[in-house]
Each structure stands twice: as C-alpha cells, then as structure tokens.
C-alpha cells in the first residue's frame, strides 16, 4: 500500500518514477553482442571506431576514450601540465571529480562562484581567482548549458592557461552553433548510466591538438608506447615497447565502444526527446512565482542532462528537504546536484570553509533535479509536474 502524500490525498502515481535512467535497445545488446563472440574483447578495433566517430559527431580532430569521465578529467589534467604547485580553476556545483582531478596532479583546486541564473561557472569570478600559479580552467557545462566559451577562452589565452570544458552533462549541446566538443583546448565526456549516451561507463577527451593528442593516448595506457617515433632506444623486436612516462590503466574495452557506438547512433532522437521534456517543464513552471527556471545563455542549443527545479522557500512553508520528501511521497524520486565540493569532509581537512562561493551556496539550498529521460512517457512528465504543483499549492504562504 502507498503512504499517505506528504501534500494529503493519494499520491499522483502508485509506481516511482526515478531522476535517470538509462535506455537500451535491440541494437545495443546486439552491437555488445557480436563483441562478446569476437576475438578482441579490449584494445581492439571498436577503439578507433568509437574515436573517429566522436570526431564526426563534435567536429574535434583527436579523441581519447578511456575508462570514465573522472579518468579523461585526470588525463587531460595531466595533458595540460598540471602539477605541484599549480592552481586549477573549477566550479563547486559539479561532481567531485572536477576538482579532484587537479588534486590527483598535486595542483590545488580553487573554486570560482557561479552565475545565479544559469548555474554555470561565472567568468568574472574566474576572472579574480586567476593568479600566477593558476595552470588551468575546469568549465562544467552543468546540467548540459555550454559554458561562457568565448569569453573564458579569451581569458584563457591572454594568459596563458588550459582551457578544459567537462562535457560530462553536455554530450549534443551545440555553442554558437559548433558542437561541444571542438572548441575548447581539451572537452571531457563521460558515459555513466544516467548520462544521454551510456557504455555503463567510459569516458573520453577530445583536443584539436596533437601535441596534447599524443600526450594523452600515454596517460591512458601507463606512459607505454609502441609508436616507432617515440621510442627513446632501440627496439630489440617487432614486440617492443617502452614505458616513456607514468600514466595509468584508463583503457576501456571494446565491449563498452560498441554499446557507446550504438548509443550514438541514437543521440539525435534522444537530444529531440530531452528537449521536449525541458520545454515542458518550463512552460508548466515558469508560471509558479514560488519557482526558479534556470535561464539558458542565447549561445547554447542545449541537450540537457539534468533538469534542476529550484524553489523559492521564502514564499513557501517547506524547504528543500521537505519539498525533496514530499516528492518522495508523491512517487516521483528525485536527486541533488550537487553538493558544493568544498562542503565534503575531506575538502574541510585541506583547509577550504563554506562562504567562498555565496551563490553556488545558495542555489544548493534550493535546488533539487526532477526525472529527465529519454524512456520518459507524456504521462510521466505530466505526473511530475501535477506532484510539483500539488506541493506548492500546499505549502504555499
């Protein structure tokens, strides 16, 4: 039997509906498949395939794909120069791993504040967090919106520092009209479940460079190279290889390409699907005063990976955990994005204190993510957005 809704009566649905989830087709299973019966289950041909055609799709002339999105944070890091020593710019309303990245280096994260309506990194704020030691930008395309890329290349290039776009959200999302992915010094993705495009998990890191190109296909595969012209002794056979860095086991297997490959396949409709969803909600929501609809910049053509609703308690008689339980309630299972980084215990004992970043503070207060995904029905959405109202009429002051 279902509980009580918190907001009274019967909850609008009798089954849960989650915030993410992945969908997989007859084409998937059958591209992991015919892997699974081949003779090259990792380190073989899907590989290549699976970067030439993240290269066709975002327009970048090199990709390395590689375990997951945290490890092409840590790769094109790395790529970049970061070091001991080093500062390493990002936003503090991401995953952990944006700024772990630069902790991996021995570099110290530093966090610029946010844009209080689009939740994006604010420029201006990175803009007075640069200094002398600063070796590079982590930009997070959150929630799927491009970041500010003309303005924070500019500044990148004036002084000298990586520009690295987490593309973690923004798989599809088009900025001034060139897909994200080809435009900054490095672009990050990841392949997680809940993401558009899943191979279970994987990443990848996508440059116009060579230089940094070649630097992270050795981070990838523990500094060890075949390729003639990076040998630095002679080889002693047709076998030879030699360990000319310290790099990592990132590698990704085949069996994740091919379903990632086939994912891709599959972008434009769910893209087109996702947009649907956003729009919805945001004429639905934009009508509530008690409600935020985070605003996009006029640059970005969004995929969108996230839908965050951001409430306004001082026009209601609930916070954000209650409005968070009393979703529950209603059978629609929402999440948080994100925990400001440095609230984690382990940032407290590296010295960082709450107050840094007053607006990305304030917008955790307020925010929660509602379900957004391509399996998600007409009628879904329409019971998401009837529970929504429904607690706000409740709770309102």
Known sequence: MNKPAIAGGTPVRDTKIFYGHQYIDEADVKAVTEVLTSDCLTCGPKITELEKKLCEL???????????????????????????????????ITFAASANCGLYCGAKPVFADINPNTYNIDPKSVQEKITEKTKAVVAVDFTGQAVELDELLAMCREKGIALIEDGAHSIGT???????????????????????????????????????????????????????????REPHGPWYYEQIDLGYNYRLTDIQC?????????????????????????????????????????????????????????????????????????????????????????????GYKKGICPNAEKLYDEMLSLPLYYGMTDQDVEDVISAVKKIVAYYRK
Do not use: W
């Open 174 to 232: 088009k900025y001034k009209d060139k897909m994200v992915g080809s435009i900054a010094d490095m672009t990050t993705f990841s392949f997680h479940p809940v993401k558009t495009v899943t191979g279970g998990e994987g990443g990848a890191v996508l440059t116009n460079s060579e230089e940094l190109y070649q630097k992270l296909v050795l981070y990838r595969a523990h500094g060890i190279t075949r390729i003639p012209e990076l040998l630095e």
């Open 258 to 350: 091919a379903l990632i490959i086939s994912q891709l396949d599959k972008l434009p409709m769910f893209s087109a699907r996702r947009k649907e969803i956003v729009k919805r909600y945001n004429e639905a929501f934009a009508e509530i005063s008690e409600l935020f609809v985070q605003q996009e910049i006029a640059e970005s053509d969004t995929t969108r990976h996230l839908y965050i609703l951001r409430i306004r308690p001082e026009m209601l008689t609930i916070d954000r955990k209650g409005f968070f339980e009393a979703l529950g309630a209603e059978n629609i299972c929402c999440n948080v994005h994100y925990i400001p980084v440095y609230y984690h215990p382990y940032y407290d004992k590296l």
């Open 58 to 92: 975002t327009g970048a002339k090199y990709a390395v794909v590689c375990s997951n999105g945290t490890a092409a944070l840590h790769i094109a890091a790395m790529a970049a120069g970061v070091s001991e020593g080093d500062e390493l710019i990002t936003t503090p």
